[in-house]
């Protein structure tokens, strides 16, 4: 949230505007006299600030619902107002090892067009800017979108991210410390700048497009290369007070378990991560197991790779189950502890593994909760794959600008919490 800035008519403005908009996204086609009761605002600040909001296109007046003329007998059909999502347009991009992929998408965070560029992972910070604009532009131009229609750049990637001063601390797969990836941006493009940890922006795509709309506490893990997670509380992302929260991946499992990249023992993240389960398997093969992986690499235990394991185990190859099964089950001891933790009420597993193994994977997780979280939360909880598949990252870097853009008011039991008139704010000051 912006800083509280007691007396200033601007904020309270802005924080009306936010509040108006709110509602007519959430409850569009609505007319003014229902936001006016429902936001507490008086009706000519609603009208005020419709107004403002019509000629900027952000919302648009459709004709009157037979619903309402049959409500209001005195026959006076009020005008429904709606919000209109591609008033304005948002760039979301996400780095990954070897791709910079960007998207332009609308208000509520639905993909127009989407780009990918290579990135060399030795790629200096020169080079790596330069992949990064030439993607927003790439997908700019593609969809049509000129950089006035942007009301901000989202960046999601991976490592900790200082959200606040829009550093990469620690990129984890590239090469560099401390790059003030916001800042460069910003004087580049001349508009706002929001970057962030690719688990967490993923947690807010889902929040924002999947299966976290309905969910007010969430938490989001995603399973590939490394573990990630995101944590939605009350409807918004809790970052922790270094924006470090949600490092899922490095909940121990087990205290003399292998190395994590992180350097401690037994993560979650060295016993379920890619490459974890791609050790279990080899090891497995060494040991004598039977499995079709072994050819499907061609005879050589080192080819063996994550994919092939999901797709000998969906054929169903018991070897290959097993070593699925097994990663389910460590994610599931990690959750669980989250589970009696947070108590959410829904867990989005996402990544790659986990969209391609399904249930596969889900299965062991869902009953390891079951078994070793408290019984009520483990039965409310429910646990997912993400709905929006490889488009999470994208979308989740899109949220981080919309979430900005529309964040100031704050939501309790579905009411704004703040509504403050202006004549009320003229009178105070
Ligand atoms: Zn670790």
Redesign the pocket.
């Known amino acids: 949230m912006k800083g509280i800035r007691t007396g200033d008519r601007q904020l309270i403005r802005d924080l009306n505007m936010s509040i108006v908009i709110g509602a007519i996204r959430r409850h569009g086609p609505i007319p003014r006299v229902d936001i006016a009761r429902m936001t507490t605002l008086g009706r000519s600040t609603v009208s005020e600030l419709t107004a403002i909001l019509l000629k900027e296109g952000f919302i648009r007046e459709i004709g009157s619902q037979e619903q309402e003329e049959k409500r209001r007998s005195l026959g006076r059909r009020p005008v429904l107002l709606e919000f209109n999502p591609r008033a304005r347009f948002v760039a979301g991009v996400k780095l990954a090892p070897r791709m910079v992929s960007a998207a332009i998408t609308d208000l509520e965070a639905e993909i127009l067009d989407t780009t990918e560029v290579p990135l060399d992972e030795k790629a200096s910070e020169k080079a790596v800017r330069q992949q990064v604009s030439r993607a927003i532009r790439e997908v700019m131009s593609k969809s049509g979108t000129g950089i006035e229609k942007v009301v901000g750049i989202g960046v999601a990637l991976p490592g900790i991210v200082d959200n606040r001063t829009g550093v990469s601390i620690s990129p984890r797969f590239f090469l560099w410390q401390n790059l003030p990836l916001k800042h460069l941006l910003e004087e580049e493009f001349g508009i706002p700048v929001f970057i962030d940890n690719d688990a967490n922006a993923a947690a807010l795509g889902e929040k924002w497009r999947g299966r976290g709309r309905e969910a007010e506490n969430m938490v989001l893990v995603t399973v590939g290369v490394g573990i990630g997670g995101g944590i939605i509380i009350n409807n918004q992302l809790y970052r922790g007070s270094v924006a470090g929260a949600g ?1 899922v ?2 909940i ?1 499992i087990n205290e003399d378990g292998p190395e ?6 037994g ?4 016993l379920a991560s890619d490459s974890a389960v791609e050790r279990e398997m080899r090891s497995l093969v060494k040991a004598g197991a039977s499995t079709a992986v072994v050819e499907v690499a061609g005879g050589d235990p080192e080819r063996i790779t994550r994919a092939m394991i999901v797709e000998a185990a969906k054929a169903g190859d018991a070897t290959a189950i097993g070593v699925v099964r097994t990663a389910g089950q460590h994610i599931g001891v990690g959750l669980a502890s989250i589970v009696n933790i947070l108590n959410p009420e829904m867990i989005v597993v996402a990544g790659e593994a986990a969209q391609e193994a399904g249930d596969l994977l889900l299965d062991p997780i869902r009953e390891t909760i079951a078994r070793r979280s408290m019984g009520v939360l483990a039965q409310r909880v429910e646990v997912v794959t993400s709905a929006l598949g490889d488009r999470i990252w994208v979308t989740g870097a899109a949220a981080l600008v919309l979430q900005d853009f529309f964040g100031v008011p704050i939501y309790e039991r579905g009411r704004p919490v703040a509504a403050v008139s202006l004549p009320e704010l003229m009178q105070g000051s």
């Open positions: 490092e991946g490095h121990t994590c990249s992180c350097g401690n023992r993560c979650l993240e060295a």
